[in-house]
Structure formats: C-alpha cells, structure tokens
C-alpha cells in the first residue's frame, strides 16, 4: 500500500497552490491529504499538524513548503508513521531556530520590502504580500494569470510566527529528507536553502535553475518524482 502524501502549504499561499501535485499524485495512485495550514505559531501550527497526522491510517511521507517546512520537522518527531520529509523551498530548523533566523542567515531575502501588515483585534499582526508585487517576489516562474490568483488567495502569517523559535528536537535528525527549490528563490536566499540541505543530510537535493519560491507550481511533474523517490524508501 502507499503512503499518504501530506503536503503542508506556508506563508501566503494555501492548500489549493498544491492542486498540480495533487493532480498528478492521484494520477500515479498515492493517496494524499493537504493540510489546513492555521499559519499562527509554530508550536500551535505544529501541534495542529501533529493531531491531523494522528488521523491517518498506514505511512506517511510529509511535504511542507516555505514554512511548512518548520511544521514537519516538529510534528514528525518521534512518529513512527512519517518515512520520509521532502522540503519545497521550505525551512528546515535545528532547536531554537527561527524562520527569521534562517531567511536572514545569508543575503538575498527581499520579503520584508513586499509585506503588508494588518493589525488585529488581540493586538497582534497578520502579514501579505503586497498584491502587486506578489508575482515578482513568490511566483516569477508562474504566469502573471496564474500570479494574479494566488495574490487574491493567499493566507496571512502572524509577525511572531515568522520569529518564534522552532520548539523541538527536529525530525530531519531521525527521518530521511530530500529537497528541492529554486536557484532564484527571493523569500529564502538559495544559500540557505543549500545550507539547510546539506545540514540536514539530504539523501537528494533538487535544486532548479530560474526557480522561484513556488517553483513547485510550474515543476510539479519534478516535485511528484521527488516525492516517489521518497515514497520508494519508505
């Protein structure tokens, strides 16, 4: 039987931005689940991700993205049913580590230029990305059409999620990852990307030339066979 594929979105994107890839993982038989992202903090956002984990039957291979990223590498701690973790441009924390932290490690983030604060009625602060600029900084290997609509339906993160420290002892230690991203990722410097990969032992790294943040959107085909790759270890 195959495992299920849990796919984790991140920041200023939402379960649908996974459609491709859950087109073509239908396609080859894998059954799959994305995950409602609650996009809060990483500890709520992890336990949350942890209790959708619990309700799967069988093995589990664990995608995030961007800062979904930071959820699988806590919540597939210590769970035996998670094989495998594929990073998509994604965060990859050791203890203590921030988003933050990570994405200004080496230069080349341009994010913090593009985000538009909204403040809420607890006195806390959800991000966008200014919709204008949104195609250029997350989706430049994207149409401007397609751009367009991930702009209008992206979710907000919280400004203390971006900086709140990861919580636990990080799964990629015990569990095999593999990664894949964009050489011209604007939210992630590449650097740190490369960094976080070879930190984590990766046992592939697929790094794509011309890629942006969301390089999966247009590569899907090389995602699902990241993800096979995956799956055929598990």
């Known amino acids: 039987m195959k495992p299920t594929i849990v796919l984790v979105h991140g920041a200023f994107a939402e379960s649908a931005s996974w459609n491709g890839v859950i087109e073509l993982l239908k396609a080859q038989g894998?059954?799959?689940?994305?995950?409602?992202?609650?996009?809060?903090?990483?500890?709520?956002?992890?336990?949350?991700?942890?209790?959708?984990?619990?309700?799967?039957?069988?093995?589990?291979?664990?995608?995030?993205?961007?800062?979904?990223?930071?959820?699988?590498?806590?919540?597939?701690?210590?769970?035996?049913?998670?094989?495998?973790?594929v990073y998509v441009g994604a965060f990859a924390p050791d203890l203590g580590e921030s988003a933050g932290d990570l994405a200004g490690k080496f230069p080349g983030s341009s994010l913090g230029e593009t985000l538009s604060p909204v403040k809420l009625p607890d006195g806390s602060t959800d991000l966008y990305i200014k919709q204008e600029l949104?195609?250029?900084?997350?989706?430049?290997?994207?149409?401007?059409?397609?751009?367009?609509?991930?702009?209008?339906?992206?979710r907000p993160i919280t400004e203390a999620a971006l900086g709140e420290a990861s919580p636990g002892e990080p799964a990629w230690k015990s569990i095999p990852s593999l990664f894949l991203f964009g050489s011209d990722d604007l939210n992630i410097p590449v650097a740190a990307l490369r960094f976080m990969a070879e930190r984590a032992g990766s046992r592939r790294t697929v790094e794509l030339a011309g890629g942006s943040h969301t390089v999966a959107i247009p590569e899907a085909a090389q995602l699902v066979e990241l993800i096979g790759e995956a799956a055929s270890g598990a």
């Open 30 to 85: 894998y059954p799959a689940v994305a995950a409602a992202n609650p996009l809060r903090g990483v500890k709520y956002d992890s336990d949350y991700l942890r209790a959708t984990l619990a309700s799967i039957e069988g093995d589990v291979v664990l995608v995030g993205h961007s800062y979904g990223g930071m959820l699988i590498t806590n919540a597939a701690t210590g769970n035996p049913a998670v094989k495998a973790l």
């Open 134 to 154: 949104y195609h250029h900084q997350f989706a430049a290997d994207s149409s401007a059409e397609a751009a367009a609509v991930l702009a209008v339906t992206q």
